[in-house]
């Protein structure tokens, strides 16, 4: 005989409301032994999930996806909207998320921000993260699935029709609502920062910091020193600039955007994203790249007089299209010129 509804009951809430267990359905939490943990995958455990700015709105979300490019993928419009594959086996109550459409062999599109995950100043779930669920192409003739369709009961006895898994990309259905659902597509952000299951394979090297002005990604970085005055922080982090002496000291360069008095991601070493004034063309890759007198941009252009000479490191990623390529950053001072 298995076990009973009640011990069932007994069992998960112990286990997910006070983090012990055991299969005694007497035991209460307080009397249970064994602490009660999850294994997890390392692509589980998000480690720039704090660097993820708030997003009261889906327009707040939207931009601080532009913002922060290399932290999250905006998937929120219709014409991105990812079709759900059917679960085999499940009777038509499960569907998942994959970068091609009923190809188990593609990529898992999982990792989705949930609102609770990325909480907003007054502790409010940052909505504007939040999925918004489609039976059919939202880009064409599909319709908004509202969050309380299919619900039945009230109070205690309530219960929703559908949920939504953000860790992987999983639609539930009820057994009750499945039948009005036939083609689902999902809207929403995806989290595509470092994971702990590739930060050994890491090909930058980076900290945390306050920014000190407006910085966009890519932007060439240094720190705030006492020279500076006007009102800026010594150890805060500014554009640099090659012009002057105490405007070349180049530390990094940001992967995230930044505004006055925010946290901002800086990389020191590695292969990364870096903003140039122009779009360098692909024959230019392999040269050496520098810190131009342009606040917070890189040039292939070696300053001539009145600069500091900073080697940013080399271009490899150019394609002429872009002014953000990647660049092998190998930051060194070479010359200040008078």
Known sequence: MGFSNQERINFNSKALAASVVDANPVNQWYETRNPFAFMLDGQKILLELASIPAAANIGAARTNATNNPTLISDLSQNADAVRLTLVGGTNNSTYIAYTTYNDTTSPLLDNWLQPQMVLQGSGAASIGYAIQLYDGDPAGAGTLVTTTAGTTGTGQNKSVGWIWNYASGLLFLSDDFKATISNPYVVGFRYIGRTALNIGQASTVGDSYIADETIAVGESVRFVTSSDGGGLTPGRIVKANASTINGSGVIGVAISAATQGNSINVVYEGKISVLFGSNP???????????????????????TSNASVVLMGRLQGATGSTNLPNVVLRIKELVTLG
Request: charged share 5%; proline share 4%.
């Open 281 to 303: 063309a692909a024959s230019s890759n392999g040269q050496q790249v520098y810190l131009s007198t342009v606040s917070g941009k890189a040039t292939l252009t070696v300053p």
